[in-house]
């Protein structure tokens, strides 16, 4: 071991040492004193055998756990999950409303994250799905329908109201905020895309977190926010630009194109113009990609998912919402947005890796050197 490196093990295992020892002193002066002792929550020690110096030790602070002022517990800042290749996931506890900032930066990355060469077989098998259903479209709606009459399933997507709650503002003015429920079983399968659905996932996590001072739940509840958020900005935006009729709307085979309507006559007929892509399949997809990436200890989740996406795409054809062509594209987008939602709500560290040197490689790194007309000085944020 070489001498400096020696140097350094030893006076990071006395402080380690001499910390500990003052950790249960100050224990046992709290527990004479009728105060609740400090616990200590976790001990890490990364020695690395290459350097041979002891690279992080995060020291277990009763202030990261309980709070002086109410003697509350709290959540962890930084918690770590294993993760399937034998390393962590490391969560942070998300920052009140991080996910909005997170959306700017989220639809700046869409070209560098989409139009790349590992991105190349993706786009080609959503351009290409999407001109070969286009071409079977009219044959796919009219068999879906068909055997939508088979199975005796409504078309028509109803709902019941379950709640309704009068907002009253202005000058008598009521507003009726309704909680509504579908009441027959194609409306069921219509409804897995619904609004209220996601919203009711994403408050759930986010209460489980809360209230189990979990910071994973908390960041899949964030990311969730920021990726169903990103993706129906999105999709709207390309429905607003691409104009394509409806299957129940349409009287010509696989729906006219207007491209670039014009939005007082959009506002208007909406039906007539948002058909493509689809917003219901690219937030269920959003979620589920959310949900899966967090949680891959429970295999069940992806298969079970796709099989609900599989009865939401039928639902859409039967009722008449949506082509078949609609999807590849609102798929994919909902897949991408969550991939980049999940990359910055979690840091995963490699088996045999180092939880400091990820933080070291997060805060990033200055470099300097030699630039045009005199010294470079650059910041690498990772």
Known sequence: MPERSCARWWSKTLGLTIYTLGFYVLSGFQAAAGLPPPTITRLLTDYQPETGCLETAQL???????????GRVRRPRRREYPAPDRGVYVYERPRPFSFAANMARDLGAVPRHTFCRERVPLIAGVVSSTFILWGADQHIT????????????????????????????????????????????NSTFYFLGDGWTHLSITGSFWAYGLIGRDNRAAQTASQLTESI????????????????????????????????????TYSQHVPNYDAFPTGHLATAMTTLTVIAENYPEHHFIRPVGYGLMGLLGYAMLNNGVHWASDYPLGIAMGWGFAKLAVARGRREVAAGGSIGAWRRARRGQFTAGPGLGGLAVRYQWH
Do not use: C, I, M
């Open 60 to 70: 277990p602070f009763a202030a990261a756990e309980t709070s002086v002022d109410s």
């Open 229 to 264: 958020l990103v993706t129906g900005l999105a999709v709207q935006t390309l429905k607003h630009l691409s104009g394509r009729e409806s299957p129940y709307t349409t009287t010509y085979p696989r729906g006219r194109w207007r491209l670039f309507p014009n939005q007082k």
């Open 142 to 185: 009219d068999a879906a329908q068909w055997l939508g009459r088979e199975l005796q399933l409504k078309k028509n997507s109803t709902q019941r109201t379950v709640v309704e709650v009068p907002v009253r503002y202005g000058n008598g003015h009521v507003l009726p905020l309704q909680f509504n429920a579908p009441d027959n079983l």
